[in-house]
């Protein structure tokens, strides 16, 4: 049976993992005379025209959409006369989640995702889902809004699928372990890591993924947002989810059970093997993606994190046990401060140090007090924004 695909933010490097797990898996189909698994009806992307282009260009999408005006008119003109439909703004993005496909991937970096996947989780669509920020800020409502509808959300973030491809009655668990590859930093000294440039930050040593969740990586924030989107897909309350460096990123997290027993996920750090295996589920598709081979591995090692050096992973775990609207903040400003670090207006250890004061003075004008109505996500999410950016402007270089 072949099944229709939206790609929200198709032009990332998770949207480049996901079409090529497509085009596999719907060539070796072909090959064997049997309809394809997928059909491409529709792309967003934001900036990108060129990299938009090129993909209408090879998948012949039904519908494309641009975030941003001057990129979407661009793709426009481009495609004038091909046959394809090109929205423009975010608002074109929502219609391309709202088309009756089966699978909505959403793969749009940061709070900008939550509109979109939302759409696609409201009309009961099988979310696939990769955005970890839009659970970060809206959790709670978004979740219910998702079961309500009966959308099917299948966890495409690394560990997140470690942990469903091994989850088994969630009664008999004891805690979840997420691990970390401790990012690039995670044996440089303090004063190292103070002087810390965007391309040091970004420069991942085991996957290599956007600039965004790369600094993320960097600054253990990205363990942190994980832990909330744990706490939330699972149900798990905070003091239940530890956190384990593990720099080979081999085991992509475990489940412990009552009994004593731990129950891992392993493979190759290639983001197409969660990919693949929420495109196929409950089935699994033949991929070409390198095995691995433990004896030409060797060693597995692992430590607990250094909360000294990395006080994002401490920030997030406060605001998960904080006021409902805590984690909607954190997301908020630190997506700031990733983009003032990475537009070299601040230092890399002033990511966390603007998040906790963010989150210190939200908390102070009670602004991360409800989370009870979307209203209260953009709320709380302009107010972190605000209060980010004016201590991003009290510290800039
Ligand atoms: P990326 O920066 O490579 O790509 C982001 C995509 O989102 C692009 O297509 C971009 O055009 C689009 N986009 C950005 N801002 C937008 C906006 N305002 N409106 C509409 N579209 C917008 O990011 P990525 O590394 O592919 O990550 C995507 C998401 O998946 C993130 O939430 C990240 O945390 C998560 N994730 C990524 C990886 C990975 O290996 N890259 C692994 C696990 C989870
Ligand atoms: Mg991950």
Not at 81 to 89: D, M, N, R, T
Not at 184 to 203: C, K
Request: hydrophobic residues 50%; negative net charge.
């Amino acid at each position: 049976m072949t099944r229709s695909l939206a790609i929200l933010g198709a032009t990332g490097s998770i949207g480049a993992s996901t079409l090529a797990v497509v085009e596999e898996v719907n060539t070796r189909a072909a090959a064997r005379g049997e309809p394809v698994p997928f059909t491409v009806d529709s792309l967003t992307a934001n900036t990108d025209a060129t990299a938009m282009i090129a993909l209408a260009g090879q998948w012949r999408p039904a519908f494309v959409a641009m975030a941003d005006p001057l990129a979407g008119a661009q793709v426009r003109e481009a495609l004038a006369g091909s046959g394809i439909e090109v929205g423009i703004g975010p608002g074109a993005c929502d219609a391309a989640a709202a088309r009756p496909t089966d699978v909505v991937m959403a793969a749009v970096v940061g709070a900008a995702g939550l509109a979109p996947t939302l759409v696609a989780a409201r009309r009961g669509a099988t979310v696939l889902l990769a955005n970890k920020e839009c659970l970060v800020c809206a959790g709670p409502l978004f979740l219910a809004e998702a079961r309500k509808a009966g959308a099917t959300i299948l966890p495409t973030d690394s560990e997140h699928n470690a942990i469903f491809q091994v989850l088994g009655d969630p009664a008999q668990v004891e805690k979840l372990i997420l691990t970390a590859s401790g990012g690039p930093f995670r044996t440089a000294s303090a004063d190292q890591i103070a002087a810390a440039t965007p391309e040091q930050a970004v420069a991942h040593p085991n996957w290599s993924m956007g600039r965004k969740i790369s600094v993320d990586s960097a600054t253990l924030m990205n363990k942190g947002l994980e832990l909330i989107e744990a706490a939330l897909l699972f149900d798990m309350p905070e003091e239940r989810i530890e956190v384990l460096v593990h720099p080979q990123s081999v085991i992509h997290s475990l489940v412990a059970y009552r009994d004593g027993t731990q129950l891992a996920q392993l493979g190759c750090a290639d983001m197409r093997i969660p990919i693949a295996h929420v495109l196929a589920w409950p089935s699994r598709f033949e991929t070409s993606v390198q095995r691995l081979d433990l004896a030409a591995v060797g060693q597995l090692t692992f430590e607990a994190p250094d909360h000294a050096r990395f006080p994002a992973l401490g920030l997030a775990r406060a605001a998960l046990r904080g006021p409902p609207a805590a984690p909607t903040v954190l997301n908020a400003a630190n997506e700031v401060a990733v983009e003032s670090f990475l537009a070299r207006n601040v230092g890399f250890p002033e990511i966390a140090a603007i998040v906790a004061e963010t989150l210190t003075q939200a908390s102070r004008r009670g602004l991360d007090g409800a989370l009870a109505s979307l209203d209260d996500v953009m709320a709380a999410d302009a107010a972190g924004r605000a209060l980010a950016r004016e201590e991003v402007a009290r510290r800039a270089r």
